[in-house]
């Protein structure tokens, strides 16, 4: 006897949602609006005490409480901008290898949605300024707010202009503690904060045009116009301009005025180069990634940094 005929089974439907699968996706949406915030970008907030720490303004609770306060202004106005940045490129970051994993392009979180927590947050954080800070630090984030969404726009794409957007994030960070509690910012801190920020913005710029021509992958439109050593040349620039402004505002005081017994601004003036020359190592080698990367997991960094922080701190408080 032959072998009884195969039964040709009929393709079956996909399983109807059931309402353990909608509770699933409920509760995957509130972490899914956290990922598309980048919490691992909220880091670079801490930037916010730089203006108080530099004018030895943190030993005190209120100002404690109130750098707090403008932390978490700062990190909604950012998140604000990363939610409506991921909600527009939904569509470009599905054919990325790496983006397509964003919660927006996956498709856990609705563009729509994105759009309205993105806009809510950019609206509140500004508001929530003139309440709970200054109308200054409002006006600050309401700047900041949009001048990311320009960036996001279209700014990212003009040549030389999207180094200066980014740079300009950072230093707005670096204010925004003493534009809250009314510090005046010195030349100085200005022009090595922002130089300091244009060195590691450019060395990253610089890391990413040497990874995408060692693979030969695909990178943004407007890296290709870069050359390596245009980017060298801005990150080199940047570095030698921060050094000096810091070594002016080191050797501009003395034991006389800062009322210390030994000269630590000028003692940590060696500390500071020596972060500057180590981070530079990761610049040359086209390792400099995101700078809050970096600074984190490379030991000697941090071992100068709180070398650096620790005179800093001695020269401030006149020790």
């Known amino acids: 006897m032959g072998e009884p005929a195969a039964v040709l089974e009929e393709p079956q439907p996909p399983p109807a949602p059931t309402a353990a699968t909608g509770r699933a996706r409920a509760a995957g949406l509130p972490l899914g609006l956290v990922r598309t915030a980048r919490p691992r970008q909220w880091i670079k907030n801490v930037l916010v005490?730089?203006?108080?720490?530099?004018?030895?303004?943190?030993a005190s609770v209120h100002v404690a409480a109130q750098l707090a306060v403008v932390f978490v202004l700062f990190t909604a106005a950012a998140s604000a901008v990363y939610l409506i940045n991921d909600a527009r490129d939904a569509d470009a970051d599905r054919a990325?290898?790496?983006k397509c994993r964003r919660p927006v392009a996956a498709g856990q979180v609705p563009a729509?949605?994105?759009y309205a927590v993105g806009g809510l947050l950019a609206v509140l954080a500004p508001a929530a300024a003139v309440a709970l800070c200054n109308?200054?630090?409002?006006?600050?984030l309401g700047a900041y707010v949009m001048m990311q969404l320009a960036y996001c726009m279209s700014l990212k794409h003009v040549l030389v202009v999207d180094l200066?957007?980014?740079?300009?994030?950072?230093?707005?960070?670096?204010?925004?503690?003493?534009?809250?509690?009314?510090?005046?910012?010195?030349?100085?801190?200005?022009i090595t904060a922002g130089f300091g920020a244009l060195f590691m913005v450019a060395a990253k710029r610089y890391s990413e045009a040497l990874l995408m021509a060692e693979r030969g992958g695909e990178s943004r439109a407007l890296l290709r116009e870069y050359t390596t050593g245009y980017l060298r040349f801005v990150w080199q620039l940047a570095a030698g301009v921060a050094v000096l402004a810091y070594c002016l505002w080191a050797l501009e005081g003395d034991r006389a005025v800062d009322g210390g017994s030994l000269p630590w601004r000028q003692l940590s003036m060696v500390p500071f180069i020596l972060g500057v020359l180590r981070y530079a190592?990761?610049?040359d080698r086209g390792t400099a990634g995101a700078p809050e990367d970096?600074?984190?997991?490379?030991?000697?960094?941090?071992?100068?940094?709180?070398?650096?922080m620790t005179l800093y701190g001695l020269a401030v408080a006149g020790l």
């Open 135 to 140: 109308p200054a630090t409002a006006g600050l």
């Open 112 to 114: 729509g949605l994105a």
């Open 164 to 190: 200066a957007v980014v740079t300009t994030g950072f230093l707005m960070r670096a204010m925004a503690g003493g534009v809250a509690l009314a510090i005046p910012l010195s030349r100085w801190f200005l």
């Open 281 to 283: 190592v990761f610049a």
């Open 96 to 98: 990325h290898p790496d």
């Open 49 to 58: 005490v730089a203006a108080p720490a530099a004018a030895g303004r943190l």
């Open 294 to 308: 970096v600074v984190l997991r490379d030991r000697g960094l941090a071992v100068v940094a709180v070398v650096w």
